[in-house]
């Protein structure tokens, strides 16, 4: 069955006239009754009864006439959904974000996008950094917003956006808060405050382990407010991403001998046709501000102490 078909025979049904019903859908009147001949050979019997003054439906064509109308209401339907979707309209954006990419670093893309594109949807979910691939490869996200040191496999494309270095957190009474930098082997017997959901702990564990740094953990918490609370009344230090120490009663400090730095970026599935929506989300992320870390550079052998050395906080 093909949609001509279909639409000659709604056209036919609704003139009962050959001629008119050609004129309607612009072909010529044998052309129109060789389709309708060969519809009905497909279904079967007779779709109409032809006399001389009058053509009427058949009860076949009684029974198919709602059936055929319904398959033309849902080929135009996805004619304009198409269509809608060329022009990034009424359409939802499914978007994956790891856990530790706040909402802070993104809110003002997100407000960006939706005032270029308001009849877009925007929906995000957050995972940690293996479930988030998953759900991106499984379709349940369009694209992703994801962080690691390392790049995601083979699967995915991965677009740089700007990268992040993790620091120490610590309160102002802390030791660490009188050095401009924190060592890794410096971080040896300390206490630690742990936040649960941290994507990059088992990659830090082991560049902290081979570095003879084994720190005591002394509190978890999912929630990162309970973390850097407990953090500011002096359990301990805390491991972030730079942009992720909101709680201004904290200080950071930049974490060397190793830096473990992450860049983050939009992922997708490689080879996968992006929906119209994914090619403008990727536009405005590619043009957004992003920020610079204020430890973008290392300070000078004269302005910095390491563990053991007295010097001003910066």
């Excluded at 009147?29 to 079967?44: F, S, V, Y």
């Excluded at 006399?51 to 009684?62: A, D, K, P, V, Y």
């Excluded at 405050?193 to 003879?212: D, H, P, T």
């Excluded at 970026?265 to 405005?284: E, K, N």
Aim: hydrophobic share 40%; proline share 7%; charged share 20%.
């Amino acid at each position: 069955m093909e949609m001509q078909q279909v639409r000659y025979f709604l056209a036919l049904s609704k003139t009962l006239n050959f001629t008119r019903a050609a004129e309607m859908v612009h072909v010529s009147q044998p052309a129109l009754t060789r389709a309708i001949q060969q519809l009905e050979a497909e279904l079967g019997g007779p779709l109409f009864h032809r006399e001389r003054q009058r053509t009427h439906l058949s009860e076949l064509g009684r029974i198919m006439l709602p059936y055929l109308e319904n398959i033309a209401l849902q080929a135009e339907a996805a004619r304009e959904h198409a269509k809608s979707l060329k022009r990034v309209e009424r359409t939802t954006l499914h978007i994956g974000a790891m856990c530790t990419i706040g909402p802070a670093l993104v809110a003002d893309l997100l407000w960006a996008f939706q005032q270029q594109y308001p009849d877009v949807d925007i929906v995000v979910s957050d995972r940690a950094a293996t479930p988030l691939l998953e759900m991106l490869a499984a379709g349940e996200a369009d694209i992703a917003l994801y962080g690691m040191p390392d790049e995601p496999d083979l699967r995915f494309h991965a677009f740089p956006l700007f990268r992040e270095r993790f620091v120490v957190a610590v309160p102002p009474t802390h030791h660490f808060a009188k050095q401009n930098v924190v060592r890794v082997p410096d971080l040896n017997r300390e206490n630690y405050v742990c936040r649960a959901n941290c994507e990059v702990y088992e990659y830090a564990r082991q560049k902290f382990n081979n570095a003879g740094a084994y720190v005591r953990q002394v509190f978890s918490s999912e929630r990162d407010d309970w973390v850097q609370g407990m953090i500011k009344a002096g359990l301990g230090f805390g491991f972030f991403p730079e942009f992720c120490v909101n709680d201004p009663g904290l200080l950071t400090r930049r974490l060397i001998d190793p830096e473990i730095i992450r860049t983050i970026m939009l992922v997708t599935v490689r080879g996968r046709p992006h929906s119209p929506a994914v090619g403008a989300f990727m536009r405005q992320a590619k043009a957004h501000p992003w920020p610079v870390g204020q430890y973008d550079r290392l300070p000078s052998t004269d302005s910095y102490s390491l563990a053991g050395e007295a010097a001003p906080a910066g």
